[in-house]
């Protein structure tokens, strides 16, 4: 009887591993322009929302993670590949990475995080298996705030790189708002991080009042080259990123990003339970984060109202 019962629990114990072994795991694709921590605090939200659901890669899905390295030509090379390996579902984190995979990818559903809207960058059409979450990037809030901290703001200047969607867009919604309220905006342009500190040190030979930078991540990649330009001409800078006032600006005013990725995460989460006829399947963030670096509001020259201050998410040194 001993014997029975030892081969029976033999028999149940192989039959459970071989059940588990034959469960497919849901492959999941990845995709990020480059390493940056604004961009790494929205992926660890999209993977916190899937984990909250139940959703741990090694566990029950598999995650190819892929990073382009600022390299715009990779993107396209990785999704290719992530389209060879039947991947169930891929995620795009910036505009970049959106924008190709809605050229190139049909076969699975693709969630966005960190980008403009379709409409925002003038896509013709919008894939049907296109799913996210984008900044409307209010430019009126941000040029006013310009305002409440310099009230004689005449001239700003932007450094950006035309190649990116993002950083062209960026600029040209906030040109048209910059001329609506009479200032002045001077820009140049930047191939790459290593044509930053050129363009700052023209910017700041034109008598501007402000740096700003906006929604590029060429010019974020070396924020601390032009926080530093900032600094040494004494001209304050402000960023539509909260998180790039870690590397030196002055005050940013923009969408919490770990929060952003999280909202994408909750899509994913839907899309994976089969909930693909979702209400909205592509929405604005709503609310945004003021972030004070008080140190560099000091060196660059800015003094902040008080009724500013009392608007920030964080003030620090």
Not at 46 to 72: E, T, Y
Not at 120 to 147: C, H, R, S, W
Not at 188 to 194: E, G, L, Q
Not at 276 to 285: A, F, K, N, Y
Request: proline share 4%.
């Amino acid at each position: 009887m001993n014997r029975i019962y030892f081969l029976l629990t033999i028999f149940l114990m192989t039959f459970l591993v071989a059940c588990q072994q034959g469960e497919k795991k849901i492959t999941i694709g990845y995709v990020q322009i480059t390493q940056d921590p604004v961009l790494d605090a929205a992926k660890a939200g999209v993977f916190r929302a899937l984990a909250d659901s139940g959703f741990i890669d090694g566990k029950n899905i598999k995650v190819l993670d892929n990073n382009a390295q600022g390299d715009l030509s990779m993107i396209n090379t990785i999704l290719q590949s992530l389209i060879s390996q039947n991947v169930d579902l891929i995620i795009t984190n910036s505009t970049p990475c959106m924008m190709a995979a809605a050229q190139t990818v049909r076969s699975a559903p693709v969630v966005f995080t960190v980008a403009f809207g379709p409409e925002q960058i003038e896509m013709k059409t919008i894939p049907e298996n296109f799913y996210g979450v984008y900044d409307p990037l209010n430019v009126k809030a941000f040029v006013d705030l310009l305002l409440e901290c310099i009230p004689n703001l005449k001239r700003v200047g932007i450094p950006y790189n035309n190649a990116e969607p993002n950083a062209e867009y960026s600029v040209k919604v906030l040109s048209k708002e910059f001329a609506r309220q009479g200032i002045t905006l001077i820009t140049t342009s930047v191939t790459s991080s290593n044509d930053l500190l050129q363009g700052a040190q023209y910017l700041a030979g034109q008598k501007i009042d402000a740096l700003v930078a906006a929604a590029d991540n060429t010019v974020y990649m070396a924020l601390p080259v032009l926080a530093k330009v900032a600094s040494e001409q004494r001209i304050p800078l402000f960023v539509t990123d909260p998180m790039q006032t870690e590397k030196g600006a002055a005050i940013g005013l923009g969408v919490n990003y770990d929060h952003w990725g999280y909202l994408a995460g909750v899509k994913a989460v839907e899309i994976l339970k089969g909930r693909t006829s979702l209400r909205s399947r592509i929405e604005p963030i709503t609310t945004y984060d003021l972030t004070i670096n008080a140190k560099s509001c000091a060196s660059q020259g800015l003094t902040v109202p008080d009724k500013v201050k009392s608007r920030a998410n964080r003030i620090f040194d």
